[in-house]
């Protein structure tokens, strides 16, 4: 089954993610595989996928449609299996360097002729730090760099990110961050419009039938009035254009070594995701990021049932919802069943702040 709504009229010549805009954190908790599993991931930037290796799974497919993620996927993957902590940070953009090109010949002999290419003829994305060569990624430093200090000055920014209650953290909100001015230029910034052509892409937003910038709008303010915004590394590196001291999931320190020792057990593999069950036989679980949100009707309905039929019995489908409602389970209540309270308590804590919903589906038959 192809899909030429995205795949004829999307640019999948660049990098359009350079990292993971959802939250390892509840992925891993909703999904919670068992030692020893098969795991589907869709790759985007590649960093759920590797967050996944912390599991101890048999293996993790990594897929995407778009080839040129998984050369971005190809290189992280080389960092981590070569580096190690410190230079991994440095390599993909973290921290600093000034020896990104001579990293990059010694990690490069791990990745394929067409990835090896893809990046010498991209030197300049490696030199300003991978994490910082996406579409989406531009979006956000546009928004950090030119647009926010109109609102606010960098130290009202800051006080964002300091330890305070979670009293303390509303009061700031509501008597400091949500002028006029804040409303104004987010609603305008975040617009339909100007995502549409700025950050993602016009036809990713083809079923979205709600006012994009009210309902960031809305979602936003409620991450920045919570304590939990604190510690959130997408808000910062939205706000501050740079992740500073909040590392994605696969990057903590903690997290690192447990990638590292595992990171040959991820495949990385071209394609739609149903088309994985193909070369992999059925998985035990699924991470769909948000696939289902740019597909009509019909597309969600034939994909989704190719993929309950490539899941192992009670294994389980995660996947996200950002202004487009798709359930698996509603239209197929018989064979699958929604972990409602599970699937509402993640997306409560959701540091993918700008999503609705993160679902969590469980295989019956």
Known sequence: MQQPVITDKVNFTIIRYANCWEDAGILLEGLAPLP????????????????????????????????????????????????????????????????????????????????????????????????YSGKFERYFLLFSKKILPLIHLQKTTAKIFTTKTKEEQATFYNETWNTWRWKLLFKIFFSRYVMGRLGRDPVFMKEVSVSVSEN?????????????????????????????????HYLREENFNTIKSNIDLLEIKEGYAQEAVTYYGKFDAMNLSNIFEYMDVKT?????????????????????????????????????????????????????????EFIIDKINE
């Open 36 to 131: 020893g599993s098969k795991i589907l991931s869709i790759a985007s930037a590649g960093d759920n996928s590797f967050s996944l290796l912390t599991t101890n799974p048999e293996i993790v497919v990594t897929i995407d449609i778009n080839r040129v993620q998984l050369y971005l996927v190809e290189l992280k993957k080389a960092a981590i299996q070569k580096l190690d902590h410190d230079e991994t940070l440095q390599f993909l953009g973290f921290t600093g360097c000034e020896k990104r090109q001579e990293i990059f010949q010694y990690i490069k002999s791990g990745m394929s002729n067409e990835a090896v290419n893809f990046w010498n003829k991209n030197a300049g994305l490696i030199n300003a730090g991978a994490i």
């Open 216 to 248: 960031i709008y809305t979602k936003a303010a409620a991450q920045l009035k919570s304590a939990t915004a604190q510690d959130n590394h997408i808000l910062r590196f939205c706000l501050t254009g740079n992740f500073g001291n909040l590392l994605p």
């Open 300 to 356: 969600f309905t034939e994909t989704a049932e190719a993929l309950i039929k490539g899941i192992n019995k009670n294994g389980k489908l995660a996947y996200w919802n950002l202004m487009v409602h798709r359930r698996i389970s509603k239209i197929f209540p018989e064979r699958v069943s929604w972990q409602r309270d599970n699937s509402e308590r993640l997306t409560a804590t959701d540091k993918g702040f700008f999503y609705n």
